[in-house]
């Protein structure tokens, strides 16, 4: 990924945090027929040896467990809010015209192995996990032991389970870093005036470090 000095992020406690924040990945990895992807939220944990991890399942039926070889390389981008950032939001625009149109976003891209798990007790614990950990915003979490035994030891055998072990991080904030502060303003407001959240705002423009 090309990553200009200034959107560059390689801190991997604000990487870790993205990617707990944006867990729905786009996993892709080569097959026999080509490239494959499959959009699928993942786990990051971290094994005994400090190693990022990830973790997730596909449905059986998904060729995707049969046609990606064992330890192959695989690629995980997690993606962030994004926006058109138009010319006209710059005071420059009036002054000099000399300007053009940008797309500002935040990504992560992961690199590793992948290795794919059919055990029913390592399903089901992965299955727990996952699901604890999105159901820990609502005021009365779902949790699997709250589902029929036998109708969850069903859904297990409809699914395949996978784990990455990465490699490299690659974080890229591009968010107008390499702006003025007067323009970084003027790209603010423009946001704000068409409703985008602060907190998203603040993921879309942000200072230089």
Not at 170 to 178: D, R
Not at 189 to 198: H, S
Request: glycine fraction near 6%; aromatic fraction near 10%.
């Amino acid at each position: 990924m090309y990553r200009p000095p200034h959107f560059r992020e390689d801190d991997p406690t604000t990487l870790a945090t993205f990617i707990d924040a944006n867990p729905l990945a786009a996993l892709i990895a080569a097959s026999p027929a080509g490239l494959v992807a499959n959009h699928i939220p993942l786990l990051r944990l971290q094994n005994r040896d400090g190693h990022t991890v990830f973790y997730g399942h596909v449905a059986r039926a998904n060729d995707f467990w049969r046609v990606t070889p064992a330890d192959s390389a695989v690629l995980a981008i997690f993606g962030g809010p994004h926006r058109y950032i138009s010319p006209s939001w710059y005071p420059t625009m009036a002054e000099t015209g000399e300007v053009v149109p940008t797309w500002n976003y935040s990504v992560v891209h992961a690199h590793g192995r992948i290795r794919f798990n059919e055990d029913p007790a390592w399903l089901r614990t992965l299955v727990g996990a996952l699901t604890d950990r999105h159901e820990s915003g609502q005021a009365a979490p779902w949790r699997v032991a709250d589902a029929p035994h036998a109708y969850i030891d069903r859904m297990l055998r409809a699914i395949v389970g996978f784990e990455i072990v990465v490699d490299r991080l690659e974080g890229k904030f591009k968010a107008g870093q390499n702006r003025t502060e007067r323009e970084r303003s003027g790209v603010n407001a423009a946001l704000a005036a068409d409703g985008v959240p602060e907190d998203v705002r603040a993921q879309l423009v942000r200072p230089p470090r």
